[in-house]
């Protein structure tokens, strides 16, 4: 089966973002102060789910795949707790960014507070 024209513009790009990359950016330690940079990756060319197992051994996990509650939350404020409120990344008034202009938000470090302001 011959590639298709985009996916050879996908892999030259994504060669010349490495490229740009490596002669601007900076190198890192990922297993030093660079870890929190880590994250789970695929190791063959197909996108599926077969890294998971891996990926939960590292964290002391498993892969749940027989209960129904498992997967994705329904909402952010799940996660609630002590120094930690969804309710900062979304304003109670937007519903809709279909019908509303976009708020762009913007977090300081270390749990400051969030503020909103419209984008152009």
């Known amino acids: 089966?011959?590639?298709?024209?985009?996916?050879?513009?996908?892999?030259?790009?994504?060669?010349?973002?490495?490229?740009?990359?490596?002669?601007?950016?900076?190198?890192?330690?990922?297993?030093?102060?660079?870890?929190?940079?880590?994250?789970?990756?695929?190791?063959?060319?197909?996108?599926?789910?077969?890294?998971?197992?891996?990926?939960?051994?590292l964290l002391g996990g498993t892969v749940v795949t027989d209960d129904a509650d498992a997967g994705l939350l329904a909402d952010m404020a799940e996660l609630d707790g002590p120094g930690f409120d969804a309710g900062i990344f979304i304003p109670p008034s937007v519903t809709s960014t279909s019908t509303r202009p976009a708020t762009a938000w913007r977090c300081g470090r270390h749990g400051r507070r969030c503020s909103g302001r419209r984008a152009s």
């Open 1 to 57: 089966m011959q590639p298709s024209a985009s996916a050879g513009l996908t892999r030259a790009l994504d060669l010349g973002t490495r490229k740009f990359w490596r002669l601007t950016g900076r190198k890192i330690d990922p297993y030093g102060s660079g870890r929190w940079l880590r994250a789970p990756q695929n190791t063959g060319s197909l996108v599926e789910d077969s890294w998971l197992p891996a990926a939960a051994d």
